[in-house]
């Protein structure tokens, strides 16, 4: 994460702060920030004829930080390699330069209208913006940081209590990335002038020429203005929400299944307890247990605020590792009780599958649930530890989890599975 000190494209001394931009790429050398203008890719849709020498783009953007909306694409020249094109052949379009006021804040989404004729039906363009300035406007180094940050202060660290729609939305309390909106999509909570549906639940509403309330999903007006409005799910290619998802392995409508692993034998809402298309492995490795005495509690994983996913990266700086320096687990104060754990006690986490040792955290956050007539209580761990360094780090948290994948993407269930957790070690000083 580095400002520049200079606000050309071109070498620059690095010092704390933060760079993004979608217009240039960086590269870090021995002291300095090297900014170049970045390439674009546009795909061009033409008839089968001879290229004529002119193309008019007209590119499509989506937001970073703002509300979305179109810009013009100006560019000073195009040329193919050679008159005759083929398919893939490739045209390169020069000068590229983005207008408008928030031009930063946007990144490329392109679809273009050649007002020539091209021998292709689909042909991949190079455009390549000239050399140009940087005009110092960039705000962040992770876009998911974006306006969390800016001329006021930290917005991430307000505490203000104000909230004016009486629906809990508090806008002033912290910050909501990328724009401080509290609900997505929430222009579906307004009817086609724009009032509320429900009066007594009131988050948005346009009056005088503009919406007041929650930041708006899409600043574009109500409905009736047909000419210059968008559907509320932005999303969505269609604009509105739906219940059936077609060309899904388990849809099209959706249902709920208990994961691979449970504290439950039978689901409530389905004669199925699990999802018959999920994916489950066979081997040893992929042992697994429900219901299972040996591993009454539910177990899930996440992340913390000082570590970046597996912890790969900020586990060797010292000040992160400081603030989280090794595995633990988290429990609930009755759980605690229950076996004998105290904060801070070295404890062992256990699947059907391996077994971690973890500092305990207990605490308030966590408590048990009532299933069925029954008291289950959760754990949880991160899974940003292992492998090297710090040397007493601890493991991964996923030498717990289970292999078995959701059926779309095989994404696997780490978020809730079934473990047990002892007491293996004395208090820490």
Avoid at 40 to 51: E, F, H, L, P, S
Avoid at 93 to 98: D, E, K, N, P, Q
Wanted: one cysteine or more; proline letters at 8%; hydrophobic letters at 35%.
């Amino acid at each position: 994460m580095s400002f520049i000190t200079g606000t050309t494209a071109g070498k620059h001394w690095i010092i704390p702060g933060t760079f993004l931009s979608d217009n240039f790429e960086i590269s870090y050398g021995l002291g300095t920030l090297c900014i170049e203008p970045a390439p674009a890719t546009i795909n061009v849709t033409a008839d089968d004829k001879v290229y004529d020498g002119t193309i008019e783009a007209v590119v499509h953007l989506s937001g970073i930080g703002v509300d979305g909306g179109e810009l013009d694409i100006s560019h000073t020249s195009a040329s193919f390699a050679d008159k005759d094109v083929a398919e893939d052949k490739l045209v390169t379009v020069h000068g590229i330069a983005i207008e408008g006021p928030d031009a930063s804040n946007y990144r490329l989404n392109p679809v273009v209208y050649p007002s020539a004729e091209i021998s292709a039906r689909s042909i991949d363009v190079a455009a390549v913006t000239d050399h140009k300035d940087y005009d110092g406007s960039t705000s962040s180094g992770n876009w998911l940081y974006c306006n969390s940050y800016t001329e006021k202060g930290n917005m991430a660290a307000r505490r203000g209590k104000k909230d004016p729609t009486g629906m809990g939305l508090y806008p002033e309390w912290s910050w909501c990335w990328p724009v401080n909106r509290r609900i997505i999509y929430n222009r579906a909570s307004v009817d086609l002038n724009g009032k509320p549906w429900s009066p007594d639940k009131n988050i948005l509403e346009y009056k005088n020429g503009k919406w007041v309330g929650d930041v708006p999903d899409g600043g574009w007006p109500p409905m009736t203005n047909k000419e210059k409005t968008k559907r509320p799910f932005i999303m969505k290619p269609d604009g509105v929400a739906s219940v059936f998802g077609p060309g899904r392995a388990d849809g099209p409508f959706p249902e709920h299944y208990e994961p691979l692993e449970c504290p439950v034998p039978k689901n409530l809402f389905s004669s199925h307890r699990m999802s018959p298309t999920a994916v489950v492995y066979g081997a040893d490795t992929d042992a697994h247990a429900t219901c299972d005495p040996r591993f009454p509690f539910v177990g899930t994983t996440y992340r913390v605020t000082e570590h970046w996913q597996t912890g790969i990266l900020t586990r060797w700086q010292p000040w992160l590792l400081e603030t989280q320096p090794q595995l633990f687990v988290e429990m609930s104060i009755e759980l605690g009780k229950l076996k004998g754990i105290n904060n801070g006690d070295k404890c062992k986490v256990s699947s059907a599958r391996g077994e971690v040792e973890a500092v305990a955290m207990v605490t308030g956050r966590f408590k048990p649930f009532k299933i069925q007539g029954t008291t289950v209580h959760q754990v949880g761990l991160p899974w940003c530890f292992g492998w090297i360094y710090p040397e007493d780090g601890g493991d991964s948290a996923n030498l717990l989890t289970p292999s078995a994948g959701d059926p779309n993407t095989r994404i696997p269930e780490t978020k809730a599975f079934m473990v047990n957790v002892e007491k293996s070690g004395k208090r820490r000083a």
